[in-house]
């Protein structure tokens, strides 16, 4: 054991896992985020407060993964290198471990030109790969990243992302070894709706043995209508939807029902894959439906541990 | 070489409307080639400004000349008596041009004619990429010659992000991911592999981010005792 936080827990003990995500207002008032954190506190295991997602300013993800921990709720803070140089992400992190929060996400984060700021300087001081590896040796080692010891020490599970739907395809699998060695222990996917493209690479991470050394989760956004399936399909970065399944949504009557049974589906579909550990339920803008998603999957009540 | 454009001529107007005379000057090296700031750009904006000036009731004059390059001492020195006789110069040169005259020539009032915008090379006729930051710590023999820190708009080390599709930066299909250029060039060259080390974080202090950087070759310096 890494940590000891419950997602870790729940990983090392071969449950399928369900973690969900939350975003933080444009404001300093969280009780909205704080509603859909108790909604779904008894459907997931963690829940991801993402880092200014999409370069959109928002409540810091530690503040909230803070308020979050006093909610008896368990936070993965997501950590972005695009608005903070590695001085000031080494301070954040002791200071969400200061603040109770053992899980951290590392990843680079979406290019300001998406978000409100679009004239920002972005920092991009480090790349994902360097912060997981400067974050495992500043636990690991006690060792900052410009090499001075740390005083005492700190305990977090990593976890990073992955997009298997990226290019290279190849590389996707080198990248998620990559990041394994780098100190991930945990891996969150982009949304799958390509699930032959999902396989495909699961394929691959099974022929290298990877699945052993990573658990893996499975990302899933309930698609709340044709407009928002377009819309990912088109404007979001690392994001495919296969043209059969705007069909599929355009065609059916009642596209939010259907939307949640694509997701549902696909978590049914995900269960029956080797190697995949759980799932990373991203229901944006629609965090209410989290509880219903996770029971029709048949993944509740959730199991339960010390 | 340096790639620059000219600013806008309503930019350009309203900086120099205070001054009576008006000396557009022309840089004939880099910004020749990038067709911004050559003889040629520094008639034709002169031509601009008088019409603009003249609609606007501004007396005085706007004259035209050229050199062939702002940033040296010796060049600006062939002209130095010229360049008094003005109450400005719009410098049709780079950033390091309308410095480089106002460092060596400190009684010059000199504004900008052109925004700099990179280091790189021309592509077509009308197209001119960013190849180099000058990061000061090179790492092309790491990349196949393909610089990641110029070209990738997150200047990571480590492979291309999440975010590389069709061989397409995310920020949109008119720009090549950097990384899946690399990525194609180890691959023709069998060095697939050389992407599995993990890169450590870069050293930015050689960058301008070690602050204000100058050059100094003590073998080649001139004792002055």
């Given amino acids: 054991m890494i940590a000891g936080s419950k997602l870790e827990r729940m990983l090392e003990a071969g449950h399928f896992v369900v973690t969900g995500e939350l975003g933080p ?21 963690a829940c991801n407060i993402t880092d200014n997602q999409t370069a959109i300013v928002r409540t ?75 974050l495992k040796d500043l636990r690991d080692e006690k060792k900052f990243m410009g090499g001075e010891e740390l005083d005492g020490e ?3 599970y990593l976890g990073a992302v992955e997009n298997p739907f990226a290019d290279p395809f190849e590389f996707r699998v080198d990248r998620l070894e990559k990041k394994i060695r780098a100190g991930a222990s945990f891996i969150q996917t982009q949304c799958i709706f390509d699930l032959d493209r999902f396989e495909k690479w699961m394929e691959m991470v099974r022929e290298r043995g990877l699945h052993k050394k990573i658990k893996i989760l499975g990302g899933i956004t309930p698609i709340k209508s044709l407009g928002a399936a377009r819309y990912m399909k088109n404007n979001v970065s690392g994001i495919t939807i296969p043209d059969e399944l705007i069909d599929r949504l355009k065609n059916a009557e009642d596209k939010k029902e259907e939307g949640l049974k694509i997701a549902i589906e696909t978590i049914e579909r995900l269960k029956e894959i080797e190697g995949v550990a759980g799932v990373h339920v991203m229901a944006i803008a629609w965090e209410e439906k989290v509880p219903e998603i996770v029971e029709r999957a048949g993944l509740y009540p959730r199991p339960k541990i010390d | 070489m340096i790639i620059a ?7 350009i107007a309203a900086m120099v409307a205070p001054f009576k005379r008006v000396l557009v000057l022309g840089c004939n090296t880099c910004v020749a080639v990038c067709m911004a700031g050559g003889q040629k750009e520094a008639e034709e904006t002169a031509a601009l400004l008088r019409i603009h000036r003249k609609k606007a009731n501004i007396d005085g004059v706007v004259e035209v000349f050229s050199i062939e390059r702002q ?33 060596h020539i400190p009684s010059l009032r000199v504004m900008p004619g052109l925004n700099t915008t990179s280091m790189g090379y021309p592509l077509e006729q009308g ?31 480590n492979g291309p992000c999440g975010g590389s599709a069709e061989g397409k930066c ?8 950097a990384w899946h250029l690399i990525h194609e060039r180890l691959k023709a060259f069998d060095r697939l592999s050389d992407l599995d080390e993990i890169q450590p974080p870069k050293d930015w202090s050689t960058s301008h981010h070690g602050g204000n950087r100058t050059t100094v070759r003590e073998d080649v310096k001139i004792d002055r005792g």
Avoid at chain 2, 5 to 11: H, I, N, S, V
Avoid at chain 2, 72 to 82: A, G, L, N, Q
Avoid at chain 2, 140 to 156: D, E, F, N
């Fill in chain 2, 5 to 11: 454009e000219r600013k806008p001529l309503e930019e």
């Fill in chain 2, 170 to 177: 995310e920020l949109g299909k008119d720009v090549d991911c």
């Fill in chain 1, 154 to 156: 700190v305990s977090y």
């Fill in chain 1, 25 to 45: 207002p444009k404001g300093a008032d969280i009780t909205g985020m704080k509603h859909h954190a108790e909604g779904m506190k008894n459907h997931v295991e």
């Fill in chain 1, 60 to 134: 810091s993800s530690i503040a909230c993964g803070a308020a979050l921990v006093q909610m008896g709720i368990e936070p993965i803070i997501q950590i972005v290198t695009r608005d903070r140089n590695r001085i000031c992400i080494q301070s954040d992190v002791l200071g969400a471990q200061a603040l109770g929060i053992k899980n951290i996400l590392c990843i680079a984060g979406d290019h300001m030109k998406f978000g409100n700021e679009p004239g920002s300087k972005g920092v991009y001081d480090i790349d994902s790969i360097q912060l997981l590896k400067g």
């Fill in chain 2, 71 to 103: 940033c040296e001492f010796e060049m600006i020195d062939e002209v130095v008596d010229k360049l008094k006789g003005y109450d400005v110069i719009l410098s049709m040169a780079c950033g390091v041009g309308v410095q480089t005259m106002i460092e």
């Fill in chain 2, 127 to 157: 197209v001119w990429v960013e190849r180099c930051l000058g990061c000061g710590n090179c790492v092309l023999h790491l990349t196949m010659g393909i610089c990641p820190i110029s070209r990738c708009a997150k200047s990571i080390l």
